[in-house]
Structures are given as C-alpha cells and as structure tokens.
C-alpha cells in the first residue's frame, strides 16, 4: 500500500488533502476478499486496488462499474479477469507479472544450482486459479528438464504440517514455492522449514530471500504498485480502465542471500552471480 501511495505523491495526490484511501486487508486468506470488496462498493469509491488474483476477482464479483486496477495477478486473461491484454474491455485493467511463464527460468535457475537434482517440491496456495497455471506450468517445465515435480497444495495453517511432513518424506533435492498473499504471509514459516531440512529454495518474489531464502527470480512488485498510481491517476482523470492495456513486466530481477547459500554449501557459479540483481548478507 505504501508503494501505491508513493506513487500518487510523486502525481501530487495528498492524503488527508486531495485523496483517502479505504482499505481492506484480508490477512491472506481468500473467503474474506469478496467482504472486503464488497465494504468498497458500498463505499462508493472511485477506484478499486488490487494485489492477487483472488483480489482482483473478488472485485470483479462486486461490481461491474467501478474501476478495478489491479497488481500481482500472473494470467489475467486466462483467470477471467479481463478480456484480453491489449484490450481488456470492463472495468479492470492493470499490471501482470506474468509468473507462469516464468516457471521454467526458475527451475533452470535451480538445476545450476542443484546439478543432479531429479526431484523437488512444489508448494503453493491450491485456491488461488493463477497459481493453478502457475502450478502447471512449473510440473510441465519440470517435465522438459527431466525432473520429477512434487506438488503440494496449502490453504490454511493447518496444511502446512502435512505438506512439510509430505516433503521429507518425498527426499526431494530442492523446493519452489510459488508467491502470492497466503505463502508471502507465511515466508517466515516455509523458509524456516526449508533452512531445517537443508533444502536449496527458490521462490518468485524477493520478500522470501530477505526472510533467508536461498534465490528468488521474478519482477519486482513493489515497483510495480508504484507504477500503478500512473493508472489511478489516468483514471480519476477521466479514462476508462478497459482502454487502457494491461502492462507486463520488461525487467526482472534476480536475488541471492549469500549467507543462505554458504550454510547449504552452494557454490555460486560466476554466471549465476554475474546475473544476479542483488546478493543479501
């Protein structure tokens, strides 16, 4: 949210003078995002933002008239979110990160890292349907490498002891797990988990990386909230969401905790470093 703000500040929007923010935070479970958008419409807001796919549907189920812009959300024409990239149509539009198609870079990454894995785990948030193609198309990229994908769904608090007990008991040689609100809440616990069991991780988003994760590839969605308070600003002016094309990410970045990788007793390859966007201490 505070990236979003800066943003409008840069565009000279003010809180408390010349705009005000509603928000409605979920605490990354799903079944409390429609109430949230909900509390909006009744609100008569201006503008809707959205951080995740269930986000954004959720306030596609709300209302139909009200403009959604929307951040973090991996397919947005193939969750139904809009009608299509350059065109959405509606009243949402916004920025993809375009995560599934990222999958099989990620895995590639990993293999450098991991040379003879044939076996890694996969967790990820099963009620979030970007994260079900993000899912796919990881077991499918993991396919082309020869790997063998363990696929863990979670949820709920309660599904994480099952699939950390399913994960030892599979002896895969490294873990992905896949970013959005639920696993980013939960960072500390799977990175923790994955630091017990001396499993080289790579994740999406650089939150798990400051947390003590191994590698993280992905675009920067902190920028990426900023950039949407251009969108805002376009459309408390006057234009219409489904004018404006959805916008995918053009940088990417590449994030590496150093003291992570010597307690596992990686060697970082000089091209995996010469890559790298950032290498934490």
């Known amino acids: 949210m505070e990236a979003i703000k800066e943003g409008l500040r840069d565009l000279g929007y003010v809180e408390g003078r010349n705009i005000a923010f509603l928000v409605r935070w979920a605490e990354g479970r799903t079944d409390k995002l429609d109430e949230g958008a909900r509390d909006m419409v009744r609100a008569n807001v201006d503008v809707i933002t959205t951080l995740s796919t269930p986000a954004a549907l959720a306030a596609r189920r ?3 008239s009200i403009p959604i812009v929307f951040t973090g959300v991996g397919d947005p024409v193939g969750t139904g979110v809009v009608q299509s990239l350059a065109h959405p149509g509606g009243n949402a539009t916004g920025f993809a990160t375009l995560e599934p198609e990222l999958s099989a870079k990620r895995l590639d990454l990993l293999h450098q890292l991991v ?32 790997l063998i994908v363990q696929s863990l769904g979670v949820h709920d608090l309660v599904d994480f002891d099952a699939s950390f007990a399913a994960i030892r008991g599979g002896s895969p040689s490294a873990m992905l797990t896949l970013a959005d609100p639920f696993t980013r809440a939960n960072r500390q616990r799977i990175v923790d988990f994955a630091a017990r069991s001396r499993l080289p991780a790579i ?10 994760g191994l590698i993280s590839y992905g675009p920067n969605l902190v920028a990426m909230q ?13 234009a219409k969401p489904g004018d404006l094309p959805v916008e995918q990410p053009t940088a990417f970045e590449l994030i590496i905790n150093m003291k992570t990788a ?5 060697k970082l390859s000089d091209s995996i470093m010469a890559r790298a966007d950032e290498g934490i201490q």
């Open 226 to 238: 900023r950039r949407s308070a251009t969108y805002i600003d376009k459309i408390l002016n006057g």
């Open 115 to 146: 040379p003879n894995m044939t076996r890694i785990a996969m967790l990820w948030n099963d009620t979030n349907p970007s994260m079900k193609t993000g899912a796919r198309y990881a077991q499918e990229a993991g396919r082309s490498l020869g």
């Open 262 to 266: 010597n307690a596992l007793g990686i």
């Open 203 to 212: 994740y999406e988003t650089r939150e798990f990386v400051e947390a003590g």
């Open 62 to 64: 709300a209302t139909s």
